[in-house]
């Protein structure tokens, strides 16, 4: 399974207190007292995060818990189950013939104070996998003046990090749906190349937004990016919780309304993430079978969720390019009447 090893490292940056090692994931937890620091703003780009509109109270299914929530150890437990699971949902869906095939992933688990005024700050920049000599990392600590070299702090770089904030904190739901949200670019980052997860990096902290819309840089990378991923995690979370959460709100940027449903509903009923442009629900309309309610411009149905990752590559940088693959890929007269949606 695993080990804990528990210990105060030296006073630095930050204090990382808890390493979980198995096979497929590593965990570190890093307590900070105050606020963000230099390091931790470098690998959290803030905007790269769900703005938090869900609530949920008590912990129910929580059934592989074994710590308190909202301690240390409850941190690295639900990251531990949450990573297992998507593991697990990878292989169900069939983007991944088995578990074994899982990547080992490092992850960086911030236990914060107070939540950052931006939002669950998660992010995943893939730092173990790039290795801190890529382009994009050289340029990212660049940018803050501290050379080429990750800190001493971090003898391996986090592929994702995570935040939970101790006076306020986020519930497992949300917690477990920002991890598989991060996993999702994961699963994206192993069908690419460092250069291209280098560019996004650098688009994520350069621009520090998403973009304006799907047909200007950085928007249309992000329109991808971003609507895939939280595509994955609301899928993910929906594996999980199914209907035993229905009370999950979430705000729909073209009606200007809260929505309340499962993470399933939510995809269908808040088509963008974050913004009024990223097309999760797009990604979600090219693999249901029925909408509810009917909509007439999806009529498209028999796929999958491997249909659309089998196809994301290292040349498709833009939403523009995704579309353009899946119509030639499956031709089908309906094709437009969802994308131009
Ligand atoms: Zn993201």
Redesign the pocket.
Known sequence: MGNFDIGWYPPGPFQIIVNYNSDKIKVKMAYVTNGWNTVGSILNAPF???DVRMFWSGQAGEKNIDHAFNSLYGLCDVIWNGIQEANQYTVDLGMRSSQSQSQHLTILAYYRSNRSPNGNA???PMLAHMGFNSTGVAWMFGQMDMGSSPPNELNDLPDLVVVQAQNNPYPCNELRQTLY??Y??TLHYFKTSDAFWGDNIYYSVSDGSYGEDINTSPGNFFAL??GW??YV?HTFAFLKYGNNLTDVVEFNEWTLQNVRGNYQQLLEQVPT?FNDFIPRGLFYDLTDNATDPPADFDQISGFGINNIYSLLNTNMNTIQKFRDSWEEEHPNANNALLFDH
Request: proline share 0%; charged share 20%.
């Open positions: 790269h995060a769900q998660a992010s995943a949200h991060e999702g670019h990016s971003e991923a939280d995690g993430f």
